[in-house]
């Protein structure tokens, strides 16, 4: 019996160009489900709560007040919370779908060989790219919204010590401290350059790196002992869907935040 193990999703047919893979598969199962939950869901809720309402408005509620310790003020946290809990549950949703028995079980014929129709959602670099850079654009939005066009610009190709040098050496005056200043504060602008284009690693490496290796080491257990063996490993896998989770909107959270305070640190 072979072990397969793919970094790349399996593409199962294509729609002209667009190659439809496993893991696209499973989350648009997984945003249908969602969506029709959340309909039901809505429909249902009353004005005297019941147990299940209970509990949602209950976890709602904490996530909000959550959200808004870390961003600061309600007119933030209202404005975020939306997009952050719906991030959240995606993420989580779609780490805790790997659990489901009998996906691996599940396949299709292709011409290279059988293809498991279901893969982890947050396996698959490509998704969890593509939901870091909205992260990643939407601080940005919110960075130069703060600190207008030229300020956001000026974070990052800061010139202004450099001039101010060069407007004393046309009046005589040559202080080296000025331009060793300026000199500072534009590799600093260049560094944040650097940051920015770091943030888009850790969000999506970090998620990505620990679902593909619980998923690795969930499938490698599961081939060398298929019984009792695997169980630490899938309690621990599910430890590890919910944290990673958390951890991706945390630090969409403290990132944003940080954009969003440009204009009190520099005033």
Not at 6 to 17: D, K, T, Y
Not at 63 to 69: G, K, V
Not at 186 to 200: Q, S
């Amino acid at each position: 019996m072979k072990l397969n193990i793919s970094l790349s999703p399996e593409v199962i047919f294509n729609i002209g160009w667009f190659p439809v893979t496993n893991s696209f598969i499973w989350l648009l199962a997984l945003s249908l489900f969602l969506m029709i939950a959340t309909i039901i869901i809505g429909g249902r809720l009353k004005m005297v709560p019941g147990g299940i309402q209970n509990l949602i408005e209950l976890i709602i509620e904490g996530a909000y007040s959550f959200t808004e310790s870390i961003i600061g003020t309600k007119k933030k946290a209202r404005r975020i919370f939306p997009l952050i809990f719906t991030m959240f549950l995606l993420i989580v949703f779609a780490n805790l779908a790997t659990f489901i028995p009998g996906q691996a079980a599940v396949s299709v014929a292709r011409e290279n060989g059988t293809v498991p129709l279901f893969r982890a959602i947050m396996a698959d670099y490509g998704l969890v790219f593509v939901m870091t850079m909205i992260t990643i654009i939407l601080i940005q939005i919110v960075a130069i919204a703060v600190s207008g066009p030229f300020g956001y610009i000026g974070r990052f190709i800061n010139l202004s010590g450099i001039k101010k040098f060069f407007k004393g050496a046309a009046k005589g005056e040559f202080k080296f401290g000025v331009l060793a200043q300026g000199f500072l504060d534009f590799f600093l602008g260049i560094m944040d350059i650097v940051g920015e284009v770091a943030k888009i690693i850790s969000l999506s490496f970090r998620l990505f790196g620990n679902m593909f290796a619980g998923e690795v080491l969930g499938a490698v257990i599961l081939f060398l002992a298929p019984f009792f063996v695997p169980l630490p490993f899938l309690f621990l896998g599910l430890l590890t869907a919910i944290v990673q989770a958390f951890v991706f909107v945390v630090l969409t959270l403290i990132f944003v935040s940080m954009a969003s305070e440009l204009d009190e640190s520099a005033a």
